[in-house]
């Protein structure tokens, strides 16, 4: 069965990085586009950004392109989500996704 398990999540100060990774398992992954989600307390699941097969092809919401950045290494089953310039907006539970499921989520705060 599908397994994702995203890792990379912490507390950092605002202006800081953290890299995200969700380790895919239980499907062909290089088949399959993948994508980073976010929930802040309080507020609905939203699209962060999302990555083809072939990690050529990207998408990212408005409130983090420039400071986020979608990658993939299909030797690993890997995805990455590398988080710069980050906000106490940012705040939120991220979840890797592909289809259908969800990983079980790796908690972000930015807070001074």
């Known amino acids: 069965q599908v397994q994702l398990v995203e890792s990379g999540g912490g507390l950092v100060q605002p202006g800081g990085s953290l890299r995200l990774s969700c380790a895919a398992s239980?499907?062909?992954?290089?088949?399959?586009?993948m994508s980073w989600y976010r929930q802040a307390p309080g507020k609905e699941r939203e699209l962060v950004a999302v990555?083809?097969?072939?990690?050529?092809?990207?998408y990212y919401a408005d409130s983090v392109k420039g400071r986020f950045t979608i990658s993939r290494d299909n030797a690993k089953n890997t995805m990455y989500l590398q988080m710069n310039s980050l906000k106490p907006e940012d705040t939120a539970v991220y979840y890797c996704?592909?289809?259908?499921?969800w990983g079980q989520g790796t908690q972000v705060t930015i807070s001074s």
């Open positions: 990555i083809n097969t072939f990690g050529v092809g990207t």
């Open positions: 996704s592909v289809g259908n499921s």
């Open positions: 239980g499907f062909a992954f290089s088949s399959h586009g």
